[in-house]
C-alpha cells in the first residue's frame, strides 16, 4: 500500500497549489479520501474529505470557499486546490485513506505561505 503526495511548496499569501495524492496497493475506489494538516505542537486536523464515488464532500470551516477536494478513481488519485493561500494555511499535509477499519496514511508533503 502507498499513498504518494505532492505539489507541497513555498507559496505568497493570496496564491495557489494543488497537491496531489497518487494511491496504490488497494482498491481505491472503495476508500474516503481525506487531506490532513499538521503544525509542529498542533494535533493533526482534517482539512477535506470526499466519499467513495466522490459524490460528496466535507471541509474544515478555516478552507470553505477557499479549498477543494476532487478525486479521480480511473486513475487512483485525490488532489486538494488551495486557493486564497494564508499564512495560518502553513502545514505538512497528508492524505489519508479510510475504509471500515482500515487506515493508510501518506508521508506528507510541506506547504509553506510566506512573502
Known amino acids: 500500500v502507498q499513498l504518494v503526495e505532492s505539489g507541497g511548496g513555498l507559496v505568497q499569501p493570496g496564491g495557489s497549489l494543488r497537491l496531489s495524492c497518487a494511491a496504490s496497493g488497494f482498491t481505491f475506489s472503495r476508500y474516503v479520501m481525506s487531506w490532513y494538516r499538521q503544525t509542529p505542537g498542533k494535533e493533526r486536523e482534517l482539512v477535506a474529505h470526499i466519499t467513495s464515488a466522490g459524490g460528496s464532500t466535507n471541509y474544515a470551516d478555516s478552507v470553505k470557499g477557499r479549498f477543494t477536494i476532487s478525486r479521480d478513481n480511473a486513475k487512483n488519485t485525490v488532489d486538494l486546490q488551495m486557493n486564497s493561500l494564508k499564512a495560518e494555511d502553513t502545514a505538512v499535509y497528508y492524505c489519508?485513506?479510510?475504509?471500515?477499519?482500515?487506515?493508510?496514511w501518506g508521508q506528507g508533503t510541506q506547504v509553506t505561505v510566506s512573502s
Open positions: 489519508k485513506a479510510q475504509w471500515r477499519l482500515a487506515a493508510y
